[in-house]
């Protein structure tokens, strides 16, 4: 089945510095790829929507400053938390589609557990 | 505003029973929908993806669909305790072309010894 790699797992970093976060598609394609962040005790909310080879497409309210998509080939995309702040401390969980078949439901990586102080 | 709506629990059933898990969606042109188990500090994982209306059967777990009534649930047969979880349930918003998932806020099963 479709998998999908994400480093690293957790992370802690001191509040003002940057982070990042990579997704890799381990064994097929992606050209499209999903950010998603999740606070405690709720659901999954997305963040972005990353395009091989374009801009990422923003949810409203997620500031595309702060958090920027890479995604420059079609197996890696990676999520940048720029001048983090502990208020951006949340669980960061991308997801990736193998559209080679219609059997597979969109993979999620094992996630980022991001921790700012 | 697309939603998807779950009772948040938690669901307590014993072991050995019958887990019904309920999910109802607002866009009446969604396409796909998908069961994900998602563990405490653990990513989700895949159980059930349905799309046609209807029954869907894989080991101890049934998806069932109703577009007309808009509504999608999970059967668990059997529940063991490394059943408990919380299950999300994920709409395909079809029409953005990307394909994005839409998820409820997910119910917390307890299956007890």
């Known amino acids: 089945g479709a998998v999908v790699s994400q480093h690293p797992s957790w992370v802690i970093c001191k509040s003002g510095t940057s982070v990042k976060i990579e997704c890799r598609s381990l064994?097929?394609?992606?050209?499209?790829m999903f950010w998603y962040r999740q606070f405690p005790k709720q659901s999954l909310m997305l963040m972005a929507t990353s395009n091989e080879g374009s801009k990422a497409t923003y949810e409203q309210g997620v500031e595309k400053d702060k958090f920027l998509i890479n995604h420059a080939s079609l197996t890696l995309s990676t999520l940048t938390v720029t001048s983090a702040h502990p208020e951006d401390s949340s669980f960061y969980i991308c997801?990736?589609?193998?559209?080679?078949?219609?059997?597979?439901?969109?993979?999620f990586g094992s996630g980022t557990r991001l921790t700012v102080v | 505003q697309k939603e998807v709506e779950q009772n948040s629990g938690p669901l307590s059933v014993p072991e050995g029973a019958i887990a019904s898990l309920n999910c109802t969606y607002s866009d009446r042109g969604s396409q796909s929908f998908f069961w994900y188990r998602q563990y405490s500090g653990k990513s989700p994982e895949l159980i059930m993806f349905i799309y046609s209306n209807g029954d869907k059967e894989d080991g101890r777990f049934t998806a069932q669909l109703n577009k007309a009534s808009q509504y999608v649930s999970l059967l668990i047969r059997d529940s063991q305790p490394s059943d408990s979880a919380t299950y999300l349930c994920a709409v395909s918003e079809e029409n953005t072309g990307f394909q994005k998932l839409v998820f409820g806020t997910g119910t917390r099963l307890l299956v007890s010894p």
């Open positions: 997801s990736a589609r193998d559209r080679g078949t219609e059997d597979y439901g969109y993979t």
């Open positions: 064994d097929f394609q992606a050209t499209t």
